[in-house]
């Protein structure tokens, strides 16, 4: 771009509203006395011509614009942005338009030649002229630009990118007085008198808070804390009025909990899919929308989560009686599932359900408390029943109380007053012929419509696509016992000698004695009969009869119960009674000492005691011992001596040879021995000496003695073997 032309340079460009020759251009600089400006220059030339050359700036405005416009060009890069997780869309959009205006005015004083500053001031005014081509969306976003506004962005470029987006609406954000005043205090006030009570206004909120907080109250400022009067009502508003948009969301939460969590919580798509048909069933309950001639009823629903199929039960009021029909029908048509989903209702987890349940091996699954959205399936299919089969349907009431209004209010208040529902609301189907208007919208309408939950394919084509094992029950009559009814709230019963009471009612029986606890089902085809099963209903017992019930003979049906009782009784006791002719007044004697036996041969050591004398045991010792020989007089012991010199037989005299005993090692082995040998001289009545005598009398005292005599006697035992009885 050059900055200095002559006047047939300047009549070349064919700028509009410019002369268009070079008289015309030397006619305009005469006019406006460009020659006797800074701004016109002598030409230099390389043969030393004349002439003169003039800076763009003495064009006129528009001219000199459009002139650097032809230099301004706008290239598909520049629109290349970057995206920003912390920003906001509009300051997202505030940057990529500043950020295109750069890197425009960038090319272009590159491609110019001039400086920084004259660039940028020459680009600034061609933008504001509309000579530069940007998008209709960035002259809307940047209306005005400078040189100096130019300068500031490359600035902001420099440090991060980002500080080019701006949002003028977080210009104030969050800085008004009832935002800041008393540290925010202020304002969760208001809110909480809000969430308390959506109904407040904002006069009476303001009330509040000058009662809580007084006319004044305290903020944060540049110069520190501060006073400031309370502002006034507008304000308050207005405040009010931007915090509902801004805490929507949460004040919700607080306000209404329900719709919280119907509209704002975030629900899981796509949680409920399982792998396999008959994997698991939802069943839940609602009052239905429409009106029967039999009253108002309860649609109870199931459907399977793997193909979506369903089935409907119209029935009186939520009983466990209409869960165990649902639960027949289902069972039937579609096989037994391996887990069943429902709520905490007492239908739901009566005892006859869970019975049920149990018997057929189904795993049972609540939901927790007030937590629908863990069955949120059925939940739907209730709701897609209502709003497409129950409002085409005569007697429709409307889904909640604002559609019954809407259609009361089709006849006026003087047509309507006193006006019967079922004139209102044309009441004409029963209860039956909505069951069939039920059963022909889920098998063949719902039945065959796509499903977004299963990528556009129908119920019917994904339960029919399915090719894996099923559980079926083929047996009706066997669903028919499982449901039938129980007497009480457990159905145990004990049998007494006068039957099974239920009800007022005596039952009899012949199959099951007296005694015990047994399982009552009532026969549905006959009140006088009852089933019986052990009390984990696992095993049938028989069939009890109340004859007055039954129509039977009472006479006549308590001979058969006897006949049927004796029958049990015989064959029970008929091994009993074998068994008994085999028993003596002496079995179980014999049998208590062959089994104790072998604890005849083990005996205790004995324990070492201390002597134990009181003054009367040692008096009835004295007592026992007997009297000692009083020592012979002088004249009776020579009489003594030759008596028994006089007995004695003469012996040849001969000197008796000396005999030395050879000393034996003192061991306790050798000790024992020596007492047996003295032992067995005196038992073949061989005196022995007084030493000997003395000796295997404190041997015999002593504990080593005792113990190796139980050791010997017990050893001796073993070999000779335990003696036979008898």
Request: charged letters at 30%.
């Amino acid at each position: 771009m050059k900055l200095w032309h002559t006047a047939q340079d300047l009549a070349d460009l064919k700028l509009d509203g410019f002369p268009g020759t070079k008289r015309g251009v030397h006619k305009l600089i005469e006019r406006e006395g460009w020659a006797d400006t800074p701004l016109c220059r002598r030409r230099s030339g390389s043969l030393g011509g004349g002439g003169f050359e003039y800076h763009i700036d003495l064009l006129p405005l528009p001219q000199k614009l459009a002139y650097a416009a032809r230099f301004i060009c706008v290239e598909p890069d520049d629109f290349a942005c970057e995206t920003h997780e912390d920003l906001t869309t509009r300051e997202r959009t505030t940057r990529d338009a500043r950020l295109i205006v750069l890197k425009v005015a960038e090319r272009f004083h590159k491609q110019s030649g001039m400086g920084q500053a004259v660039s940028d001031h020459l680009f600034s005014q061609a933008y504001r002229a509309g000579q530069v081509a940007v998008p209709e969306w960035v002259h809307a976003e940047i209306t005005s630009l400078s040189r100096r506004t130019l300068s500031r962005w490359r600035a902001h470029m420099k440090r991060d990118l980002n500080r080019l987006g701006s949002d003028p609406s977080f210009a104030r954000k969050g800085k008004g007085i009832l935002d800041r005043a008393e540290q925010g205090r202020l304002r969760a006030w208001c809110l909480a008198l809000h969430a308390s009570n959506p109904f407040l206004a904002a006069k009476h909120i303001r009330t509040a808070a000058l009662a809580e907080f007084g006319p004044s109250v305290l903020i944060d400022g540049k110069q520190g804390q501060r006073r400031v009067a309370m502002p006034p009502l507008r304000t308050f508003q207005d405040a009010l009025k931007r915090w509902k948009e801004t805490h929507r969301n949460e004040l919700l939460k607080i306000t209404d909990p329900d719709a919280y969590k119907s509209t704002i919580r975030f629900a899981a798509t796509g949680a409920n899919r399982r792998e396999r048909l008959n994997e698991v069933w939802e069943i839940d309950a609602s009052p239905s929308d429409v009106m029967t001639t039999d009253g108002r009823k309860t649609i109870y629903a199931a459907i399977d989560l793997y193909s979506r199929r369903c089935l409907l039960l119209i029935c009186d009021t939520p009983r466990a009686a209409a869960v165990g029909l649902l639960l027949r029908k289902c069972l039937m048509a579609w096989g037994v599932p391996e887990e069943i989903v429902t709520d905490n209702g007492s239908d739901f987890v009566a005892r006859a359900t869970k019975r049920l349940l149990d018997a057929l091996g189904i795993e049972h699954d609540p939901c927790e408390p007030h937590a629908p959205e863990q069955k949120g399936t059925v939940e739907r299919l209730i709701g897609t029943f209502q709003r497409d089969c129950a409002a085409t349907l005569p007697g429709f009431i409307g889904h909640n109380v604002a559609d019954r209004k809407v259609i009361e209010a089709r006849k006026a208040f003087s047509a309507r007053l006193g006006t019967e529902d079922a004139k209102l609301f044309h009441v004409e189907m029963s209860a039956a012929e909505l069951q069939a208007e039920a059963d022909r919208w889920a098998l063949q309408q719902y039945a065959h419509t796509p499903h977004a939950g299963l990528k556009g394919k129908t119920p019917f084509q994904a339960a029919q696509a399915w090719n894996g094992d099923l559980r079926a029950i083929k047996d009706p009559a066997v669903l028919d016992v499982l449901l039938a009814p129980v007497p009480g709230s457990d159905g145990l019963r004990r049998v007494t000698k006068l039957g099974i009471r239920v009800d007022g009612s005596q039952y009899l029986t012949g199959d099951v004695m007296p005694g015990r606890t047994i399982l009552c089902r009532h026969n549905p085809d006959d009140l006088g009969r009852l089933w019986l099963f052990e009390p984990d209903g696992e095993t049938y017992l028989g069939e009890a009869l109340c004859p007055d019930l039954a129509g039977l003979d009472p006479a006549a049906t308590i001979a058969e119960v006897r006949a049927r009782q004796k029958a049990l009784e015989t064959d029970a006791l008929a091994d009993i009674r074998k068994a008994k002719r085999r028993i003596t007044p002496r079995t179980v004697a014999e049998a208590q000492r062959a089994a104790y036996q072998m604890n005849a041969d083990i005996l205790a050591f004995p324990k070492p005691a201390r002597p134990h004398e009181t003054p009367q045991s040692l008096a009835a010792r004295a007592a026992k011992q007997k009297p000692k020989p009083q020592p012979l007089s002088g004249r009776e012991a020579a009489m003594f001596d030759r008596l028994t010199q006089a007995d004695k037989p003469a012996v040849p005299a001969t000197v008796p040879a000396t005999v030395h005993a050879l000393a034996a090692a003192d061991t306790p082995e050798s000790r024992f021995q020596r007492a047996l040998q003295l032992e067995a001289r005196l038992a073949e009545g061989t005196p022995l000496s007084d030493r000997d005598a003395l000796w295997l009398t404190g041997y015999r005292e002593g504990p080593e003695y005792r113990a190796r005599k139980l050791l010997s006697d017990h050893a001796a035992h073993s070999i000779r073997g335990p003696r036979r009885p008898g």
